[in-house]
């Protein structure tokens, strides 16, 4: 045996062989001996790894053979180098493989050890697999969406950020994308959660079809997805790609047994002509898919400078809204409603208005449909709601006048967030205000996205008592049929048509046909945007029912709206 000076080999402090083989008998580590892949020895727990499991197997494996291929060079360079000296010691994490294909991770460390005359490897291995595993799976729920498998927005990131330094490197684009449904939260609230999941998989599955595999898709959370575009060409690539995920999302999803009709918006940024960090790259892909969804959804847009402010302006509108109702910067105006037939005032319209510290006043359209986004609008609704039927209930004990009614408007793009059928009973109680005083001015943007849960919100809402008018009519589809459908009594002629009353022979036409169809159904006809004596005689002698707009009153504030009716009493 030769003598190893500088690295004392196990079995030459040990006695004898024997004594040797009782040492590590017991051991949970495997030791083995071995040389050119030669295994030499191999303790009982070394066995149970290489498939050899009692004392007499042979130990016919070679090491070298049981070594995956991505492990073995190493392993057999840090052997060589063992054996010739060149090193003391190697430790390695290996991988085995055994002959029942299973793959063991092995933690080792090797030295040099005198064996039966000659110069060979001591290799004391641990099994980690279970670390390794445990490691892996670590790894993915970190970097991984559970529901879906993609890439989540800490991968996403890092994918982000190589590829920008790729495309430095390389002098190449690279394309981001927004993808976000426009109709994920509608699934999840009528077909619930379970439906929700499936179609969020489905989703990915139909993006990863679209995609190469070079790109990254992957999910940022709720129903935000996003794509990686690395190496693309300058020209209409993106947009074809944009335009096929455009298409495969409105192709229809099948969910708890039924066909269900989504669609997405899209919003791509192009590096490094747009920005030249991940985080402007991030704001721009928002502020693109955001544009998108504006502009009608089932969209892609391309980011351009403009709706960098643009994103700005409403982030800090956003920021203010938020506040605006505590910080008592909400108030509401009431138009009168008048009656054609007596010129008296029989109701009022009112409206939110929103006193912006710094913008002045704030028109509804403007903020609305923010407060929808935002979720806000239930909160102002109910608020409306509150103070105007108290408002309302005010005037009709202090004129004696019980036929006075109070609208208000219902957003209707949110209209099951706000259970509105659920507060209004409550709020009729407490202010005292009879259900026949108070109007609902709906429009039938109330059908599109949850059209039985809408019937059966207005349905309860009738049956409570409450008046129902349908707003905007003449614009949209306005079709017969959704006129027949909803439970409402009244129906409100678009502004927009009564200032060509009187010289346009075609909005007169129009105009008499809305009437005699609202009357035929037995629905009031009320007529906006009234600005001319003329205009409302026009409307009087077609049977319209009752009138508003400047001509009778602007919106006004409820002092002056007071002051109006004190005179009149
Ligand atoms: P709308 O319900 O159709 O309201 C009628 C709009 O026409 C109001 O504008 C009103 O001030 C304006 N108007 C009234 N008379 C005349 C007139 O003679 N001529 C002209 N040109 N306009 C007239 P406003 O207050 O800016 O509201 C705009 C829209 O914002 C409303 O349209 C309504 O859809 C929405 N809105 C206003 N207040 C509320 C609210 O409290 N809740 C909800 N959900 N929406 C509201
Ligand atoms: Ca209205
Ligand atoms: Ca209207």
Same mark, same amino acid.
């Given at each position: 045996?030769?003598?190893?000076?500088?690295?004392?080999?196990?079995?030459?402090?040990?006695?004898?062989?024997?004594? =040797?083989?009782?040492?590590?008998?017991?051991?949970?580590?495997?030791?083995?001996?071995?040389?050119?892949?030669?295994?030499?020895?191999?303790?009982? #727990?070394?066995?149970?790894?290489?498939?050899?499991?009692?004392?007499?197997?042979?130990?016919?494996?070679?090491?070298?053979?049981?070594?995956?291929?991505?492990?073995?060079?190493?392993?057999?360079?840090?052997?060589?180098?063992?054996?010739?000296?060149?090193?003391?010691?190697? *430790?390695?994490?290996?991988?085995?493989?055994?002959?029942?294909?299973?793959?063991?991770?092995?933690?080792?460390?090797?030295?040099?050890?005198?064996?039966?005359?000659?110069?060979?490897?001591?290799?004391?291995?641990?099994?980690?697999?279970?670390?390794?595993?445990?490691?892996?799976?670590?790894?993915?729920?970190?970097?991984?969406?559970?529901?879906?498998?993609?890439?989540?927005?800490?991968?996403?990131?890092?994918?982000?950020?190589?590829?920008?330094?790729?495309?430095?490197?390389?002098?190449?684009?690279?394309?981001?994308?927004?993808?976000?449904?426009?109709?994920?939260?509608?699934?999840?609230?009528?077909?619930?959660?379970?439906?929700?999941?499936?179609?969020?998989?489905?989703?990915?599955?139909?993006?990863?079809?679209?995609?190469?595999?070079?790109?990254?898709?992957?999910?940022?959370?709720?129903?935000?997805?996003?794509?990686?575009?690395?190496?693309?060409?300058?020209?209409?690539?993106?947009?074809?790609?944009?335009?096929?995920?455009?298409?495969?999302?409105?192709?229809?999803?099948?969910?708890?047994?039924?066909?269900?009709?989504?669609?997405?918006?899209?919003?791509?940024?192009?590096?490094?002509?747009?920005?030249?960090?991940?985080?402007?790259?991030?704001?721009?892909?928002?502020?693109?898919?955001?544009?998108?969804?504006?502009?009608?959804?089932?969209? =892609?847009?391309?980011?351009?400078?403009?709706?960098?402010?643009? *994103?700005?302006?409403? $982030?800090?509108?956003? &920021?203010?809204?938020?506040?605006? $109702?505590?910080?008592?910067?909400?108030?509401?105006?009431?138009?009168?409603?008048?009656?054609?037939?007596?010129?008296?005032?029989?109701?009022?319209?009112?409206?939110?208005?929103?006193?912006?510290?710094?913008?002045?006043?704030?028109?509804?359209?403007?903020?609305?449909?923010?407060?929808?986004?935002?979720?806000?609008?239930?909160?102002?609704?109910?608020?409306?709601?509150?103070? #105007?039927?108290?408002?309302?209930?005010?005037?009709?004990?202090?004129?004696?006048?019980?036929?006075?009614?109070?609208?208000?408007?219902?957003?209707?793009?949110?209209?099951?967030?706000?259970?509105?059928?659920?507060?209004?009973?409550?709020?009729?109680?407490?202010?005292?205000?009879?259900?026949?005083?108070?109007?609902?001015?709906?429009?039938?943007?109330?059908?599109?996205?949850?059209?039985?849960?809408?019937?059966?919100?207005?349905?309860?809402?009738?049956?409570?008592?409450?008046?129902?008018?349908?707003?905007?009519?003449?614009?949209?589809?306005?079709?017969?049929?959704?006129?027949?459908?909803?439970?409402?009594?009244?129906?409100?002629?678009?502004? #927009?048509?009564?200032?060509?009353?009187?010289?346009?022979?075609?909005?007169?036409?129009?105009?008499?046909?809305?009437?005699?169809?609202?009357?035929?159904?037995?629905?009031?006809?009320?007529?906006?945007?009234?600005?001319?004596?003329?205009? *409302?005689?026009?409307?009087?002698?077609?049977?319209?029912?009752?009138?508003?707009?400047?001509?009778?009153?602007?919106?006004?504030?409820?002092?002056?709206?007071?002051? $109006?009716?004190?005179? &009149?009493?």
């Amino acid at each position: 045996m030769t003598q190893q000076s500088s690295n004392q080999p196990p079995s030459e402090t040990a006695k004898n062989q024997d004594d =040797f083989r009782e040492l590590t008998q017991t051991l949970q580590e495997g030791i083995l001996i071995h040389r050119d892949g030669v295994i030499l020895y191999a303790n009982p #727990a070394a066995r149970k790894i290489i498939d050899a499991p009692d004392q007499e197997s042979p130990l016919d494996n070679n090491l070298f053979e049981l070594l995956h291929p991505d492990s073995r060079e190493k392993f057999i360079q840090a052997s060589h180098d063992i054996i010739s000296g060149e090193k003391q010691w190697a *430790a390695s994490e290996i991988r085995l493989e055994k002959p029942d294909g299973n793959i063991v991770e092995m933690e080792t460390s090797s030295g040099p050890t005198p064996f039966q005359g000659q110069l060979a490897l001591f290799t004391v291995m641990r099994d980690i697999s279970q670390r390794k595993r445990q490691e892996e799976r670590i790894h993915h729920q970190a970097n991984y969406d559970n529901l879906t498998g993609l890439p989540n927005r800490t991968l996403f990131y890092d994918r982000l950020t190589q590829e920008t330094v790729r495309a430095n490197r390389q002098n190449s684009r690279v394309a981001l994308m927004f993808i976000d449904l426009d109709r994920f939260k509608w699934v999840n609230d009528t077909l619930g959660h379970a439906a929700g999941d499936q179609l969020l998989k489905d989703v990915s599955e139909r993006l990863l079809s679209v995609l190469r595999k070079s790109d990254t898709v992957a999910r940022l959370g709720g129903d935000e997805f996003t794509a990686i575009l690395p190496d693309m060409a300058k020209g209409p690539f993106a947009e074809r790609v944009a335009g096929e995920i455009l298409k495969q999302l409105a192709t229809p999803f099948i969910l708890e047994g039924q066909e269900v009709f989504i669609s997405g918006s899209v919003g791509v940024t192009v590096y490094p002509d747009d920005a030249d960090d991940v985080d402007g790259l991030l704001r721009n892909a928002d502020s693109a898919m955001y544009r998108a969804k504006h502009d009608g959804r089932n969209a =892609f847009r391309f980011f351009t400078p403009d709706m960098h402010t643009e *994103a700005q302006e409403r $982030m800090e509108l956003e &920021k203010d809204l938020h506040r605006a $109702m505590e910080r008592n910067q909400l108030v509401i105006r009431y138009q009168p409603i008048i009656q054609l037939e007596t010129g008296k005032v029989v109701g009022a319209e009112s409206f939110l208005r929103w006193n912006h510290p710094t913008k002045g006043w704030v028109s509804p359209s403007a903020f609305i449909p923010l407060a929808e986004e935002i979720g806000l609008i239930s909160q102002f609704t109910e608020w409306m709601l509150q103070t #105007a039927c108290t408002q309302a209930q005010t005037w009709r004990k202090q004129f004696d006048f019980d036929d006075f009614f109070i609208t208000v408007n219902l957003s209707c793009t949110r209209c099951r967030e706000l259970s509105t059928d659920d507060k209004i009973p409550g709020i009729l109680r407490e202010t005292g205000l009879p259900p026949t005083a108070l109007v609902l001015e709906i429009t039938e943007n109330i059908l599109m996205e949850d059209e039985e849960r809408a019937m059966s919100m207005l349905n309860h809402l009738t049956h409570l008592g409450v008046n129902l008018w349908l707003d905007d009519f003449g614009t949209g589809y306005s079709s017969l049929s959704i006129l027949k459908q909803l439970p409402v009594n009244g129906i409100k002629i678009d502004r #927009a048509f009564v200032p060509d009353v009187l010289t346009d022979p075609e909005t007169v036409v129009l105009v008499e046909a809305i009437v005699s169809l609202a009357h035929s159904l037995k629905r009031q006809v009320i007529g906006e945007g009234v600005e001319s004596a003329e205009q *409302a005689q026009f409307l009087k002698d077609r049977g319209c029912l009752m009138g508003q707009g400047y001509y009778f009153g602007r919106p006004m504030c409820s002092v002056d709206f007071e002051k $109006m009716l004190a005179k &009149k009493f």
